[in-house]
């Protein structure tokens, strides 16, 4: 069974400094995705950034990137100059067989990322 | 283009009462699903849809929760009867396909629901 693990459930970083939120996951599927969403204090979900399992590059998106080790089996999102406004829940998630009308995406149980001034 | 719209976006009832969450998928999504959020469980899918069609509905939590998509452009959450531990924040998303890119599901706003 397919399965997210984010192993923090809090990080306290500097203003500026680049922070790396982990993730892990699990499934037999060689074909899926990736992705990291982000939850301000408002509520709302916003989509970060996307790794397909056969992408051969990281997926960049301005200060977001994705290391994407699939030996391991990690998908860690890194953000750059971290600013203030970035400080909220961050969920990784997983879907198998993208490719298929039956598939579902799954959630890990998300980081809480502040930003220090 | 108007994102997925929910509502109503707060509910507060009491128990036993019957709740309908609505959702409007992105036009053109052919997948709608429906998400529960609390602390202690963190986000559940509950259920998705391609094409009105339900597709995997394992996540419903029991018979008194119910979802229906009569068209493309519209989705309903029931709970009946409602009960205190169906408290939580209910998102609705959807996503256009399933390959690449568009493997992103855009997320509506969410309905607060509280049952006393």
Redesign the interface.
């Known amino acids: 069974a397919q399965k997210i693990t984010q192993t923090q459930p809090g990080m306290f970083v500097q203003e500026k400094e680049a922070v790396t939120l982990d993730c892990t996951y699990d499934t037999s599927d060689p074909s899926y ?1 990736l ?1 990291w ?1 982000k939850q301000p204090s408002s ?5 970060l950034i ?1 790794q ?1 399992s056969y992408d051969q590059q990281n997926a960049t998106e301005g200060r977001y990137s994705l290391n994407f080790q699939k030996a391991r089996k990690s998908a860690n999102l890194v953000i750059s100059a971290s600013q203030l406004g970035d400080s909220a829940m961050y ?1 990784c998630a997983m ?1 198998e067989s ?13 980081t809480r990322l502040s930003i220090r001034p | 283009d108007a994102g997925v719209i929910q509502s109503p976006r707060h509910e507060v009832t009491e128990m036993g009462q019957e709740v309908t969450l609505r959702c409007k998928p992105i036009s053109g999504h052919d997948y709608l699903f429906w998400y529960r959020q609390t602390m202690m469980r963190g986000l559940e899918l509950l259920i998705y849809f391609n094409n009105n069609v339900p597709i995997d509905d394992s996540g419903m939590p029991e018979d008194r929760f119910s979802a229906k998509m009569p068209n493309a452009s519209f989705s309903t959450l029931k709970i009946q009867p409602s009960e205190p531990r169906d408290s939580a924040v209910y998102f609705c998303a959807s996503s256009p396909g399933t390959s690449g890119s568009n493997n992103e599901q855009f997320f509506g706003p969410g309905t607060r629901l509280t049952v006393l």
């Open positions: 995705g992705f969403y509520g709302e979900m916003i989509f996307y397909g969920f879907r993208p490719y298929s009308s039956a598939s579902k995406i799954i959630f890990g149980s998300g």
